[in-house]
């Protein structure tokens, strides 16, 4: 088990606005970042998604989104987002997450960028309720993920 430090919260706050900046010049609607490496980085948090989505979503422009099953919202106040300017939306069984996804995000964005880690399975789910072009985060947005 490996230990994994957090940084101060400003730290992640910046991040998260660095992020915004590169997506919007890039001319992206959002990021859809999942659980792993880069979702640490933006948010100093090491929950995982498993088969439930766990995911964070970067407009180019308003407030970040976290969408959580609600079992894991205790998990993430342990962690800096509390502190962060990130609205945390928990999830049921049963609930329609991919939709609430799809309307935070916009159901006909233009461009939607997706990091690494996000399954298949969510991958799919999502793609079917918000039509448009998905690219690959860690290529489109190199320059935050480097």
Do not use: C
Not at 21 to 31: F, L, N, P, Q, S
Not at 119 to 130: C, K, N, P, S
């Amino acid at each position: 088990m490996s230990l994994l430090t957090t940084f101060a919260p400003e730290v992640y706050a910046q991040r998260l606005k660095r992020a915004q900046e590169i997506t919007k010049a890039a001319g992206i609607d959002a990021v859809v970042v999942a659980t792993g490496e880069d979702f640490f980085y933006l948010v100093g948090s090491t929950l995982s998604s498993h088969e439930r989505l766990t995911a964070l979503i970067i407009p180019a422009e308003g407030t970040p989104q976290l969408f959580a099953p609600g079992t894991d919202i205790l998990d993430l106040n342990l962690s800096p987002v509390p502190q962060l300017d990130v609205q945390v939306h928990g999830w049921n069984d049963g609930d329609d997450i991919y939709g609430q996804v799809a309307d935070a995000i916009g159901r006909d964005a233009g461009k939607v960028a997706a990091t690494a880690a996000l399954t298949a399975d969510h991958l799919f789910q999502l793609q079917g309720v918000i039509s448009a072009e998905w690219v690959l985060a860690n290529t489109a947005l190199a320059e935050l993920f480097s």
